[in-house]
């Protein structure tokens, strides 16, 4: 009979066909197992490193942009003034701070050898 | 066990579009004719007659502008779409164009009509390729189908038609492009599946029908009614 | 699931795999579209929990004593003041400023010896003596010894005796900690002086409450920061940047509509194919799940990768694009040590946005192949 005659590879793409819906359920399980290593990441490392440190240096800012930027300086926050003696008051420019001059750090250098 | 048939009562049909274009007469008119089962009904005619048609309306591709197509006494052409189309799970059909999808194989192409059934994916290959080898086309199974010639494509057809074992076989054309051996080949798969009980109609013209066919009734179709022939 | 149904899956497969181009042109979309959207809102979360995390960890409230010329120094007897306001429970003496190096402007602040005992720090940190530095990992040392110059209101040169742990990144990175006495001098305070005070309150909710006591309670005009308006200010800060990244949510949009557009006129132009299979047998039904089994085919995996990408973009070792493009860093950015845990409700919400309207649309577009009569389909697809 004919199917004792079938070849050893099939004579239809349906097994590459199978690969094919064999990466598509890899792919969609890598996504779940990022989504439970996330979950259990969540729940079970909070990172306390930083945490510690920033509470022992006391600082209200954080190092997300560089320090000198606008949305690192905490002092320029609008926060609450008391008018009471200044009704207005003057604000620094909030631009970065430039850096060293370098005729300054040479003459550091001479300073401290 | 009593044997089925397909029964066009009072049938008749034209499309929409040519009636609006003022075609006076419509392409099939009052048609009655019973296509019993266990017997090949050969449908003659000359070309453009409304041979292909009909068969489409006994497969149930088309509905009928008037009148009913009963199989096995129930009106299917009056069926909602989703009965028909499962009705239709109970027809093969060979079109007079192969209708052959190229980019698949000859076994895909020929397991087609089966996808939709039970059965898994080892049933539907076995299935194939027994089909295939009766029609000398195994050794052809892994070939896409754009790469056959007219007479393989067409007896890949008729293997696509056969697979599943219908109960109603319409034929157009069957053997326009097969030689005398392969169109004997096709016409003893036909005769087998009227020995089981099928309800075969053969639509040709081919004078020589008999040389490859043995049919067991013959109607004519001329100005769209159906006469037994002489 | 049957073997009838994997089978079927299976062709499903084999469709797609017979249009290699079209398949992969929608899914390379598709996982771009994913990775733009998840991973612009993972960040977003991730680094507001973050830093409300660590904000939590700072001071309640910070009093700055200003004048018309700006700001001034607090006197070293004005935190009894403050711990004379009920409510107030500790008063911290801050002693911090901006400051200048070679390469780069850096935070400096002074150790706080009482801190740095109370606190549970590594064993291999210890206060810095004088003339020497904490630095954080990021602070460039320009000098090949291990020397850092500063320049504030004096200059220093100074030694980095130690750095901190890159585990604390988002906290000292680019801080350089002191020993008292040398940021006094650097920041030009007098020795009975500090920059301003942090106050912890005994109800950290209603710190805001305090502050009419407080102001009252120093002679000289204030400027008090409560932690809401520093996490307030930081998530403006996040929405600025953030906002250019929402403008690419409008072509992400256009292209999603896009993307659905290809896919319905490509299942229009299979019409003679649906009615083909569908005078073969196929049911309406069956025509609906080869269809939206291509489209979960084509989509699933491609979300998916779309939101893995999304996750490697923001916690994974490829992170630095985050510093660079959104937080304004020229030289290399701080390992953000971001907090997870925020990948489900968002997979779930970027997942839900693309594939429920791509999904809809094939199947709007398969509903009317599905309804159709074979013969109509075969006509018309020619």
Request: charged share 20%.
């Amino acid at each position: 009979m004919a199917a004792d005659r079938q070849p050893a590879q099939p004579s239809d793409r349906l097994r590459s066909a199978g690969w094919l819906v064999g990466a598509a359920v890899a792919m969609v399980m890598v996504c779940l197992i990022t989504v439970a290593l996330d979950g259990i990441r969540g729940v079970l490392s909070r990172p306390e490193a930083d945490a510690a440190l920033y509470r022992t240096i006391g600082l209200n800012e954080l190092a997300l942009v560089p320090a000198g930027q606008l949305a690192r300086r905490t002092e320029v926050i609008p926060g609450f003034t008391d008018g009471r003696y200044l009704p207005t008051l003057p604000r620094g420019n909030p631009g970065v701070v430039p850096l060293m001059d370098a005729d300054r750090l040479a003459a550091f250098r001479k300073a401290d050898p | 066990m009593l044997a089925i048939s397909l029964e066009c009562r009072q049938m008749a049909f034209d499309y929409p579009n040519l009636r609006s274009r003022g075609a006076a007469v419509p392409i099939l008119g009052e048609i009655d004719a019973v296509f019993p089962g266990r017997r090949i009904t050969l449908v003659s005619g000359r070309s453009g007659v409304g041979k292909s048609t009909l068969l489409h309306l006994l497969a149930g591709l088309l509905r009928p502008t008037q009148g009913e197509i009963r199989a096995d006494g129930q009106p299917v052409s009056r069926w909602l779409t989703a009965h028909r189309d499962r009705w239709r799970r109970q027809v093969g059909i060979l079109f007079q164009q192969d209708h052959l999808i190229g980019h698949l194989t000859v076994l895909e192409n020929v397991i087609l009509p089966l996808i939709p059934r039970n059965g898994d994916l080892r049933q539907w290959r076995t299935q194939g390729m027994e089909m295939l080898a009766r029609l000398k086309l195994d050794e052809l199974a892994g070939q896409p189908a754009a790469f056959l010639s007219g007479g393989q494509r067409q007896r890949v057809a008729a293997a696509r038609a056969l697979v599943g074992a219908p109960d109603y076989i319409v034929a157009d054309e069957p053997v326009a492009h097969q030689d005398c051996e392969n169109a004997r080949g096709l016409g003893g798969l036909l005769r087998q599946a009227a020995d089981r009980g099928a309800v075969v109609v053969v639509a040709a013209h081919d004078r020589h029908v008999d040389e490859w066919l043995a049919v067991d009734g013959h109607l004519h179709l001329e100005h769209g009614t159906l006469h037994p022939a002489s | 699931m049957t073997s009838n149904g994997l089978a079927r899956i299976l062709w499903a497969a084999r469709e797609l795999r017979a249009h290699p181009g079209s398949t992969l042109a929608v899914m390379a979309a598709l996982v771009l579209l994913t990775a733009l959207l998840a991973g612009g809102l993972l960040l977003s979360q991730a680094l507001t929990a973050t830093t409300a995390r660590l904000l939590d960890q700072g001071p309640d409230l910070v009093v700055r004593r200003v004048s018309p010329v700006g700001w001034q120094p607090v006197q070293v007897q004005d935190a009894a003041l403050a711990l004379a306001v009920p409510g107030i429970t500790a008063a911290r003496l801050r002693i911090w400023g901006t400051v200048k190096t070679p390469d780069q402007t850096v935070t400096v602040v002074a150790a706080d010896d009482a801190a740095m005992r109370r606190m549970a720090l590594p064993q291999t940190l210890h206060p810095p003596a004088p003339g020497e530095t904490i630095a954080g990992q990021g602070v460039i040392l320009s000098e090949t010894d291990g020397r850092l110059a500063l320049q504030g209101a004096t200059a220093l040169m100074t030694r980095v005796a130690q750095r901190f742990p890159s585990n604390s990144d988002l906290a000292t990175y680019d801080v350089v900690m002191l020993h008292p006495r040398d940021a006094r001098t650097l920041l030009g305070l007098a020795p009975v002086q500090a920059s301003d005070l942090a106050l912890s309150v005994f109800h950290p909710e209603e710190a805001a409450a305090l502050m009419p006591d407080l102001i009252r309670a120093f002679p000289w005009p204030v400027h008090i920061t409560t932690r809401l308006d520093t996490r307030k200010a930081y998530a403006a800060a996040f929405g600025r940047r953030g906002g250019l990244g929402s403008l690419l949510y409008l072509p992400a949009a256009l292209a999603l509509v896009l993307l659905a557009a290809a896919v319905i006129r490509q299942q229009m132009g299979d019409r003679a194919r649906m009615g083909l299979l569908k005078a073969l047998g196929w049911t309406g039904r069956d025509i609906l799940a080869l269809q939206m089994a291509k489209a979960l085919l084509v989509s699933l995996p491609a979300v998916a990768a779309g939101l893995v990408t999304a996750y490697g973009l923001v916690y994974g070792p490829t992170q630095s694009w985050v510093g660079r493009l959104l937080l304004g860093w020229q030289t290399t950015p701080p390992r953000l040590q971001l907090d997870a845990g925020y990948a489900a409700p968002i997979f779930l919400e970027v997942g839900g946005m693309l594939l429920v309207p791509f999904l809809a649309a094939v199947l709007a577009a398969s509903l009317g192949l599905a309804s159709s009569d074979p013969q109509d389909l075969l006509n018309r697809g020619g």
